[in-house]
């Protein structure tokens, strides 16, 4: 049996899925899990394919990255699958498909979720170099503080007599923030 698992990050992505779900289906998958969440959370679909499939079926996927979020992730479940007698296969795998039921299926598999991630890690690397220079020029301040920009307010609210837990209420922040925020205005 073909089992089919299909996952975008977010619930916007409604084209996204629907175009892995097509793809899945001419892949003639009899049964699909499919979820909306990001790699990083706990994906309970991925976790009831993986339960699902039996000896000699096969897990087939569009892409290997909404399959795994890393390569040990990957591995992981490429040996889990291995341990239950059951197939790999990636649709689009750089305009191929691949399956790790042979060698070099798998090697390629191993090799390519190895490289995705070096890439990531790259990226990520770029990201943060990019954000630290542009806050040495002054040009990144991050997001402002809502509750901090409230304070004059909170200053004029606590003057009237208003206690933290009401103040809160009224500017919608919270508490913690009311009684921080006053107890280092105070200081």
């Known amino acids: 049996m073909?089992?089919?698992?299909?996952?975008?990050?977010?619930?916007?992505?409604?084209?996204?899925?629907?175009?892995?779900l097509r793809m899945l289906a001419a892949a003639e998958c009899e049964k699909v899990f499919h979820e909306q969440i990001s790699s990083v959370a706990e994906r309970p679909q991925l976790e009831a394919a993986l339960d699902f499939v039996r000896e000699g079926d096969g897990l087939v996927v569009t892409r290997l990255d909404r399959l795994a979020r890393s390569t040990?992730?990957?591995l992981r479940i490429v040996d889990f699958l291995e341990t239950k007698g059951v197939g790999l296969r990636i649709l689009?795998?750089?305009?191929?498909?691949?399956?790790?039921?042979?060698?070099?299926g798998r090697l390629m598999v191993t090799m390519f979720g190895a490289l995705a991630q070096f890439e990531r890690s790259l990226m990520l690397s770029r990201q943060r170099e990019g954000i630290e220079k542009a806050k040495r020029e002054g040009r990144y301040l991050g997001r402002a503080p809502t509750a901090r920009r409230r304070l004059p307010e909170m200053r004029l609210l606590a003057?009237?007599?208003?206690?933290?837990?009401?103040?809160?209420?009224?500017?919608?922040?919270s508490r913690a923030s009311v009684y921080r925020l006053l107890a280092e205005d105070r200081a």
């Open 2 to 20: 073909l089992v089919g698992y299909g996952r975008t990050s977010t619930s916007d992505q409604v084209a996204g899925l629907e175009a892995q």
């Open 72 to 74: 040990s992730d990957l």
């Open 92 to 104: 689009d795998f750089g305009g191929a498909e691949v399956e790790t039921k042979s060698p070099t």
């Open 159 to 173: 003057e009237e007599g208003l206690s933290p837990p009401e103040i809160a209420n009224r500017l919608r922040v």
